[in-house]
């Protein structure tokens, strides 16, 4: 099978970039290279200099780079993107790590699938801690008030929390909504944060991400 994507195009991504932020960040603090979008030779550039953990968030775009980078074993593939509920099953049995987990009814159909797939992939839970229309994700008071039935979920681990912030925040703004998520996977007992983007992964650090879900910064502008 070929290339997924722009196979004519050249390879943009810059190794140093990469390496100069995992310098920099500390060591409880993971990177998701946002892989979304770029050719599996840009992949296997990164992976070559360290980096196992890719994002995707198009289930189709992903299986075939995955079918095209078998060969490499360390790469834990994390599904990033908004969940179709026809897709579960798919990803399910293709990502070891689910970021975007945005409704009860589908972390319950989550579980349900992987009892059935013998399935136990890792999740994180997608807040809603602003007012915008574009973006999905729990209530944190519901997410509050159905936490014990949650967790009696079978076949899944729950990690973390997951948000994305609105565009055109000031840095300030930022990072408010980010400690409101550690204050919140702190509360539920919950070791990690997915949050913080290429633009704003700083603020996201220093409010107590452990992952980054960096794209741009590492493999250059998607053309």
């Known amino acids: 099978m070929g290339?997924?994507?722009?196979?004519?195009?050249?390879?943009?991504?810059?190794?140093?970039?990469?390496?100069?932020?995992?310098n920099i960040i500390p060591s409880n603090v993971n990177i998701l290279a946002v892989s979304k979008g770029f050719k599996s030779q840009e992949i296997k550039i990164i992976h070559k200099i360290g980096q196992n953990d890719f994002g995707e968030s198009k289930f189709q775009e992903a299986f075939e780079k995955k079918l095209i980078l078998k060969e490499l074993t360390q790469i834990?593939?994390?599904?990033?993107?908004?969940i179709q509920s026809n897709k579960?099953?798919?990803?399910?049995?293709?990502?070891?790590?689910?970021?975007s987990v945005d409704s009860f009814e589908k972390l319950k159909k989550i579980s349900n699938i992987s009892c059935e797939e013998k399935q136990n992939p890792q999740l994180m839970l997608q807040v809603k801690l602003s007012d915008d229309p574009s973006k999905g994700g729990f209530d944190p008071k519901l997410l509050i008030s159905r936490w014990m039935e949650i967790k009696e979920f079978k076949n899944i681990t729950l990690k973390g929390l997951m948000t994305i912030n609105p565009k055109g925040l000031s840095s300030k703004e930022n990072a408010n909504l980010f400690k409101k998520c550690r204050?919140?996977?702190?509360?539920?007992?919950?070791?990690?944060?997915?949050?913080?983007?290429s633009d704003d992964w700083?603020?996201?650090i220093d409010a107590g991400s452990t992952w980054?879900?960096?794209?741009?910064?590492?493999?250059?502008?998607?053309?």
């Open 3 to 22: 290339e997924f994507i722009h196979t004519n195009f050249p390879i943009k991504v810059n190794p140093s970039n990469y390496l100069k932020i995992k």
């Open 202 to 204: 700083e603020e996201a």
């Open 76 to 82: 834990k593939w994390h599904f990033i993107g908004r």
């Open 88 to 99: 579960i099953r798919k990803i399910v049995k293709n990502f070891q790590y689910i970021h």
């Open 183 to 197: 204050s919140l996977a702190d509360l539920l007992q919950l070791p990690d944060c997915s949050m913080g983007m």
């Open 212 to 223: 980054v879900r960096l794209g741009s910064l590492i493999f250059g502008d998607r053309f």
